[in-house]
């Protein structure tokens, strides 16, 4: 792996550049703690941040992005900005009217990446296909337009993928998935690299017991580094761009030192394959309550 930095790049099937760390955004608060969360990790060195329209933020973290912008005098193109299509929002006319609010709420010209969240909502079920295919031309027309700069899914499954295939003139570039300790998904990842995809991780550290597994913990002893950072490395050696979320300065500092030491490939068998940690279930999206 030759990645060394937070400024490390993939690059996405259309040639853009994505860094290989993101920061993740799901479940810090809009107002203070966003904000503040989003401009220390700007200011730590992170480019790369992730919302959605669903964790009700992006009007903080795009002020944020815009108030380092306006103090570091970097370039827009130094950042990459994601934000992703919530489930009341499928189907052509509604995913066009949702880009648009996104853009207007972060106050920014273009998005770097724009995912489809949730391949099967609630309010769409029984005609899930349609909705998303509505969506995707949406999307298609931002890119052409120049609005997003990247188009991609987030948990969608094989089904899923090959679904949107048949209509979509683009391919989706990214698959953001849950991928953490006990929960690697190595086949849907596989798959959707196959499809050119890079994959991205969301809650690489989990929930649940990951900080009280003793394997874990005899990990953190091994490497001489926090359990978040074991999860973080352990992500990025899984091949997936890891999206870790703090609201603590200290922890977003530590999140991004994990660049000079590299697990061994048995440790990360044995992380992915850990069973008992209780973590939130990666939930299946055609039984989903939303
Ligand atoms: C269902 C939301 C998962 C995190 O983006």
């Given at each position: 792996m030759e990645f060394n930095s937070l400024t490390s790049t993939y690059t996405l099937a259309n040639g853009n550049k994505i860094p290989?760390?993101?920061?993740?955004?799901?479940q810090?608060?809009?107002?203070?703690?966003?904000?503040?969360?989003?401009?220390?990790?700007?200011k730590n060195g992170y480019r790369h941040i992730d919302t959605a329209t669903a964790y009700e933020n992006e009007e903080s973290v795009g002020r944020a992005?815009?108030?380092?912008?306006?103090?570091?005098?970097?370039s827009r193109s130094e950042l990459f900005i994601t934000t992703k299509l919530w489930?009341?929002?499928?189907?052509?006319?509604?995913t066009k009217k949702a880009i648009d609010l996104s853009l207007k709420k972060m106050n920014l010209d273009y998005l770097d990446l724009y995912l489809i969240h949730w391949p099967n909502p609630l309010k769409f079920r029984d005609c899930w296909e349609e909705a998303n295919a509505g969506s995707w031309k949406a999307m298609e027309e931002a890119y052409d337009e120049g609005k997003l700069r990247a188009l991609g899914l987030s948990n969608f499954r094989q089904h899923h993928i090959e679904a949107l295939e048949k209509t979509a003139k683009i391919a989706p570039m990214v698959n953001q998935l849950m991928v953490c300790p006990g929960q690697a998904q190595r086949e849907l990842c596989e798959?959707?690299?196959?499809?050119?995809?890079?994959?991205?991780?969301?809650?690489?550290?989990?929930?649940?017991?990951i900080f009280s597994s003793e394997e874990m913990q005899a990990l953190s002893k091994k490497y001489g580094r926090t359990i978040a950072q074991i999860c973080i490395r352990w992500s990025l050696q899984e091949g997936a761009i890891p999206l870790p979320k703090s609201v603590h300065e200290e922890r977003i500092i530590e999140n991004?030192?994990?660049?000079?030491f590299e697990l061994e490939k048995s440790d990360c068998d044995l992380i992915a394959g850990l069973t008992g940690l209780e973590i939130r279930q990666n939930r299946n999206p055609d039984e989903a309550p939303f």
């Open positions: 290989c760390v993101g920061f993740g955004t799901w810090s608060e809009d107002g203070d703690e966003a904000y503040n969360a989003v401009l220390s990790a700007l992005i815009n108030d380092f912008l306006r103090e570091s005098g970097l489930n009341a929002d499928h189907g052509y006319e509604a798959f959707s690299r196959k499809r050119g995809m890079i994959i991205e991780g969301y809650s690489p550290m989990g929930t649940g017991k991004a030192k994990v660049f000079d």
